[in-house]
Structures are given as C-alpha cells and as structure tokens.
C-alpha cells in the first residue's frame, strides 16, 4: 500500500488532509493526531494566551488554522466532539504526515497550567493549541513484518524532527510546560498488544532510536493461543491479512517484561478493549481497570503510567470506572482528543 504525501495536499484544504489521514486509518497504518494536555478533575478554563517574546508565535498560528479547519469540517462531521476529531486529524496530517514541512506545527512549550475534565469542545482545544498545552501522537496497531522497513524510516523521519518521550519527560512536560530537550515531544503509541508490536515495532523503534509506547489489552494476551484469533475481531481487535488462524497474535507477559527492561513504556489498554460507557458493575471495573494495572506491574517491576479506553473516552471523574482509573495508581489517561494527567 503506498502512503498518501502530504506534500500533495493543498495547505488550506482540511478536507483532503482529513481524506488523507483517513487512508492510514483504513490501511492500519500510523495515524498522526494533535491532542490537548490537561489536568484531570478541573473546570476548563478558556484563555487567549499570547507568545512569550522569545517564541515565534507558531502555536498561535496553529490554533487559528485549527479554528479554521474545525468551521470547514465539523458541519459534516456533526459537530460536537466527532467536529473537534476531524479538525485535529486534519491539522495532524498536515503537520506531522508524509511530506510535511520542516518545523511545522507549533512548539508545544506550554504557558500556563493545563486544566480540563473529560469534556471536549473547539473553543477549550483552539485555547489549549494556543497557550501550547498539546501533545503530538502518533496512533499505530497492527505492524506486520512485511511494513518494518516503510515503519523504521517513518519513525526516523519522527526523530529527525522531534524528541521521541518515555513517561519522565512527559510528567516534566505536564509540570514545567517545557520538554526537557530543545526539540518538542512526540509519542509514536502502539496499541492493543499484538505480538508483531513486540517483533516488529520494538525492534523498529530500537533501529530508529524512539521510545515506543505500548498500550496492552491484557485479557489479548491471557488468552489461549488456539483462540486469539477469534478473541480478536469479538473484542474489535482488527486484524491483517498476515494474521492466521491459530497462531500467536498477541504478546506474551514475558515480552512485555522485556519491552520493560529495553526502555519502552509498556501500559494496559485495559483487559478486554474495553468501552467505558459499558464498564459499569464492581466486577467489570476490577477486571477492566485494577487487574490489569496489578497484572503488569507485577511482571514489569515498575508502575504502568496510564491507560486508554476503546473509543478513546476521557476522565471526568464521575464515574465509578473513573475513579478507580486514579484509585489504581495511573498517572494518565489517553483519548481521542487529550491526554489527561490524573490527581494525586
């Protein structure tokens, strides 16, 4: 599958780069997003923050284009949060895609303390791009053997042009505004857990010189060979054509220790890829939520740092799954359009 160039993509035309994006979608391949950085548990507030006299006004710049590509994209999106998704898919693509343009999309050098619940809207995440309280991510899953080398020169071009974050960096960016390098962050996530993450995207992010991040669903892994294959599309684990019945598909607790051990952040999708909406009695948020974190952290040796819904739901606090995401000891949760530092 060749990959879509975002050096063809015209610089005011959010909805080709939104088609564009939605190509590495349907192809299983990296996804690049722009998500907001907050802190979990308090009110939004909105604010027009002006660069600091020694920045070049590019997150400025980039909010405004955001602002422009929400108003083209989220009439037929329909509005709400599914609006802000495809302006910030689009504003991604054109900034962090195939082709895109050196020193391209803002610093990311927060100035002032990001705050926020689980809920969305354009205005709170023009602000957030402006003040610089986001973060760039790029959302991969299946990495099969025959994409290696198309993902090792992917994820080159990402290090030639960004500082590549394990969780220390991260909390030093959400507690300083500023990473710790000169060159802004960037997060290549990897998720569900599939055993080609393991062979494939590790080895991939090693030859490149990245800290990958890997969010796990611990119930893939805990599953019987003989059935993963049919696990998988029941708990909407895609899967590709190199996937065969009745082999290994998702990793193993000891190759998650090892993705420990080389360096890489290694956390629970929760058990089952599972919604939150539907994680509701006292037995479905230990299994979804406690167990898994009790699970990893007791092969790795460390404290799994976050953790991300199917569908990318934020944290608002006011559910029961929500509070035991803080209670378990999680630093973050990951959505579609923020990343969330949690109290505590």
Not at 19 to 28: D, I, K, Q, Y
Not at 176 to 187: A, D, I, V, Y
Not at 321 to 333: E, T
Request: hydrophobic share 40%.
């Amino acid at each position: 599958m060749s990959l879509p160039d975002a050096s063809s993509v015209p610089p005011q035309d959010p909805e080709a780069a939104l088609e564009a994006s939605l190509s590495l979608v349907a192809g299983r391949r990296g996804v690049p997003m722009l998500v907001s950085l907050r802190e979990a548990g308090r009110r939004h507030q909105p604010v027009t923050v002006a660069p600091a006299p020694e920045e070049d006004g590019t997150d400025a710049l980039l909010a405004a284009e955001f602002e422009e590509f929400h108003a083209r994209l989220a009439p037929a999106a329909g509005g709400g949060e599914a609006g802000v998704i495809a302006a910030l898919q689009a504003l991604a693509y054109r900034h962090l895609g195939p082709g895109r343009p050196a020193g391209s999309g803002g610093t990311g050098a927060a100035r002032t303390t990001p705050t926020g619940e689980g809920r969305v809207s354009a205005a709170e995440t023009a602000a957030d791009l402006r003040a610089g309280r986001y973060l760039r991510v790029v959302n991969y899953h299946n990495t099969p053997a025959s994409w290696k080398d198309e993902l090792v020169e992917e994820l080159r071009g990402y290090a030639r042009d960004f500082a590549t974050v394990g969780v220390a960096d991260l909390e030093h960016f959400a507690t300083t505004g500023r990473w710790p390098g000169e060159r802004p962050g960037l997060l290549p996530v990897f998720y569900e857990g599939y055993r080609d993450n393991y062979e494939v995207a590790a080895a991939a992010c090693e030859e490149a010189g990245v800290t990958g991040w890997f969010f796990v669903c611990t119930r893939f892994v805990d599953t019987p060979v003989a059935e993963q294959y049919t696990f998988a599309p029941a708990h909407r684990i895609k899967l590709v054509d190199e996937n065969r019945p009745g082999e290994r598909l998702a990793m193993t607790w000891e190759e998650i220790a090892d993705l420990h051990r080389r360096g890489h952040v290694v956390t629970p999708h929760t058990a089952s890829h599972a919604l939150a909406r539907t994680t509701l009695t006292a037995e479905d948020i230990a299994r979804e939520v406690s167990e898994p974190k009790r699970l990893m952290d007791a092969v790795t040796g460390g404290s799994a740092p976050a953790t991300a819904w199917l569908e990318g739901t934020g944290w608002s606090g006011e559910s029961a799954a929500d509070r035991a995401v803080a209670a378990s000891g999680y630093r973050f949760v990951f959505g579609n359009t923020m990343v969330q530092r949690l109290p505590g």
